[in-house]
C-alpha cells in the first residue's frame, strides 16, 4: 500500500512530495507507471505483470526495472507492508 504522497508529472517523470516523510522524489517514467500499479492490492509479481502489460513487453525484460523501482520506493518508506 502506499503512503500519502502528492503527485504531479513533469514531462514523462514524475515527482512525489512524501506527505509524511516531508520529502520529495523524481521518478522516472517506469517507476512513476510502477508507483501508479501499487494500489495496496497487487503482488510484486501482478505490478510486473501490469509493467510488462502496459510496456507490451515481456515480463521477464519489465521485471529488473520494476523490481528495482520497488525497492527504491520500499527503502523510501513510499509503500507500506509492501510483500513479495
Known amino acids: 500500500m502506499r503512503r500519502p504522497a502528492v503527485e504531479r ?7 512525489l512530495l512524501d506527505l509524511v516523510g516531508r520529502a ?7 517507476a512513476l507507471a510502477v508507483w501508479e500499479l501499487c494500489d495496496g492490492g497487487r503482488t510484486a509479481e ?32 513510499l509503500l507500506v507492508g509492501a510483500e513479495g
Open 9 to 15: 508529472r513533469l514531462g514523462g517523470d514524475g515527482v
Open 46 to 77: 501482478e505490478v510486473v505483470a501490469g509493467l510488462a502489460r502496459r510496456y507490451r513487453v515481456p515480463e521477464a525484460t519489465a521485471a529488473p526495472g520494476c523490481l528495482a523501482a520497488l525497492a527504491f520506493l520500499e527503502a523510501a518508506d
Open 24 to 30: 520529495m522524489y523524481l521518478l522516472n517514467p517506469t
